[in-house]
């Protein structure tokens, strides 16, 4: 069938499609050339006809749309906590239920702010592991610039367009391809004349779908390694805890992210894995998503 010509008969049959109206308008605008915020601007020139070339590729959109492509994938960006992140296929496309985990990250590094107003004059460090489009890390950069921030990935391409965002924000964070802080036992410290380097903060929003959650079928578009971790989706997470400590200044905490019935889970790993003060936030929704824990560990 030929696509249809005006503005508002190709929404109408986006919507008898199936498509959401929202993503139908938001898609209609990236085929014209135009920016998300121009919604107003379709309503106006409801009547006018698009171009071939337009109509073509809103068809393609709507049909990649009707194979439940995330409209981020085809718009190729997502706002995150007030920032525009370029997104691909290679990386998670940021949530806003981890604007959670963002905001605690910047609770805490205000605390700790507070505390370093007394210590030598090197900047904090804060650690993002598992970073794919660098949300996490260039939120915090973009909040507390004066902080040292390094994101880490074992996806060669994550790490890459994570790059690519802090470039076009201007954000400088350091990137690193690691399985979780493997890579980061090899440096040398700042702080210390040998051992591990030790951070402020860590922070993570690791992989903690169960490998059988049915729900994964609905996220198949993104990568799967992003997503799973192991039966009971704590593999990663077991990983982060128990890696984490030696890479903690006293008194410096682990925030993690993780599965809506996990809460409990992962309060207990942190707490046999020696961290004190353990604590949950709440996402959006009221369901506890973000649990840590304080590390009071000498350095060794
Ligand atoms: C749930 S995604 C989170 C992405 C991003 N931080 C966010 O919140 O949108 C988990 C990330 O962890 C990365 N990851 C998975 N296993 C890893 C490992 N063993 N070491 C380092 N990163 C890993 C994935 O590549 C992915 O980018």
């Known amino acids: 069938m030929t696509p249809p010509t005006r503005i508002d008969d190709a929404l109408v049959h986006a919507a008898r499609q199936g498509v959401d109206r929202l993503d139908a308008q938001l898609l209609l605008l990236h085929a014209l050339g135009k920016t998300s915020e121009n919604r107003s601007w379709l309503i106006a020139h409801d009547t006018d006809h698009l171009s071939p070339e337009a109509q073509q590729h809103f068809a393609d959109l709507i049909a990649q749309r009707?194979?439940?492509?995330?409209?981020?994938?085809?718009?190729?960006?997502?706002?995150?906590?007030?920032?525009?992140?370029?997104?691909?296929?290679?990386?998670?496309?940021?949530?806003?239920?981890t604007e959670t985990l963002v905001q605690w990250a910047l609770d805490t590094m205000a605390a700790r702010d507070h505390l370093e107003a007394t210590r030598d004059a090197s900047p904090p460090r804060v650690l993002d592991l598992g970073t794919g489009s660098g949300a996490i890390a260039l939120a915090l950069k973009q909040n507390l610039p004066h902080w040292q921030?390094?994101?880490?990935?074992?996806?060669?391409?994550?790490?890459?367009?994570?790059?690519?965002?802090?470039?076009?924000?201007?954000?400088?964070?350091?990137?690193?391809?690691?399985?979780?802080?493997?890579?980061?036992?090899?440096?040398?410290?700042?702080?210390t004349n040998a051992g591990p380097r030790r951070f402020d903060l860590i922070v993570s929003n690791p992989p903690y779908i169960r490998?059988?959650?049915p729900h994964l079928a609905a996220l198949r578009h993104e990568p799967i390694t992003a997503l799973t971790a192991g039966l009971d989706g704590l593999d990663d997470l077991r990983q982060i805890i128990s890696q984490a400590a030696t890479h903690l200044l006293p008194g410096a905490w682990l925030l993690l992210e993780h599965g809506y019935d996990q809460a409990t889970a992962v309060a207990e790993l942190l707490a046999q894995a020696g961290y004190d003060t353990i604590t949950h936030r709440n996402d959006l929704a009221g369901i506890t998503r973000c649990t840590g824990g304080c590390w009071r560990g000498q350095v060794g």
């Open 66 to 97: 009707l194979e439940e492509v995330p409209v981020a994938y085809l718009l190729g960006h997502k706002a995150f906590f007030g920032l525009t992140l370029q997104v691909s296929p290679a990386v998670l496309i940021p949530r806003p239920d």
């Open 211 to 213: 490998d059988a959650d």
């Open 149 to 191: 921030v390094v994101g880490v990935d074992h996806s060669v391409a994550a790490l890459a367009q994570a790059a690519r965002n802090a470039d076009a924000l201007g954000l400088p964070v350091q990137w690193l391809e690691s399985d979780w802080l493997h890579a980061i036992k090899q440096e040398a410290s700042p702080h």
